[in-house]
């Protein structure tokens, strides 16, 4: 089974600083999705990442992914308290139908 | 164009009792799924299905069926409640075709207690 684990697990930070979340493996996957869930809702897709080495960015969110293919970051900068939620990472197995979803990251803003 | 819905969004059983979680979807995937989601665990994938009469089992099968009759439809029977599958589900869909790496459309969830 391949697991990606994503780390930290909670984060709370004031508004207006930079964070940076992570998601690992030790699976080589063929592009990882990052999601943002919000309570009460189910997640939704914010970027999808297919080459090693690739940087996307999304206003204030930078997402890179791993040169091995293995690893993943999403970087924000100046947070806002609209960035609030749970960040899930999830990975696909070169085609095989089936996400391998991260552990998840609970992150707050604090205005 | 309403997505992908989920019925019941909140439902309480007693072990032993089964139910059936809804799921449409009005894009015309192909691609359906169900997750259930725990705290710390991410989502984990319980079946799923690649097309009408064609489904698979994922990371947690045990104690759910599914079927897939339809295209839109993708129910989710558990079939003797166990506090164990207190959880919230969530039933996703995707467009298949160029490439594997589609986006999953999630419904609000379903948020189901077993006592």
């Known amino acids: 089974t391949q697991l990606l684990e994503q780390s930290p697990q909670f984060l709370s930070i004031q508004e207006g600083e930079n964070l940076t979340v992570y998601c690992n493996s030790s699976s080589v996957f063929s592009s990882l999705q990052w999601y943002r869930q919000e309570p009460g809702e189910g997640p939704v897709l914010l970027v999808t990442v297919v080459t090693g080495g690739e940087v996307k960015k999304l206003k204030r969110l930078t997402f890179q992914f791993g040169d091995a293919r293995k690893d993943s970051s999403l970087h924000i900068t100046a947070a806002q308290p609209g960035d609030t939620g749970l960040y899930l990472c999830?990975?696909?197995?070169?085609?095989?139908?089936?996400?391998?979803f991260g552990t998840g990251t609970r992150l707050t803003i604090i205005p | 164009n309403a997505g992908v819905t989920q019925t019941p969004k909140f439902q309480v059983l007693k072990t032993g009792q089964s139910m059936t979680l809804q799921c449409a979807q009005d894009?015309?995937?192909?691609?359906m799924s169900w997750y259930r989601q725990d705290p710390g665990m991410g989502l984990r994938l319980i079946h799923y299905s690649v097309g009408a009469g064609i489904t698979d089992q994922g990371e947690v099968p045990n104690g759910y069926n599914v079927s897939r009759s339809t295209t839109e439809d993708f129910p989710l029977r558990l079939l003797s409640a166990a506090p164990s599958q207190t959880s919230v589900y969530f039933c996703?869909?995707?467009?298949?075709?160029?490439?594997?790496?589609?986006?999953?459309?999630f419904g609000p969830g379903t948020r189901l207690t077993v006592l």
């Open positions: 894009m015309n995937h192909e691609y």
């Open positions: 996703a869909s995707s467009d298949t075709s160029g490439g594997s790496y589609n986006e999953q459309f």
């Open positions: 999830a990975g696909d197995n070169f085609g095989n139908e089936k996400l391998t």
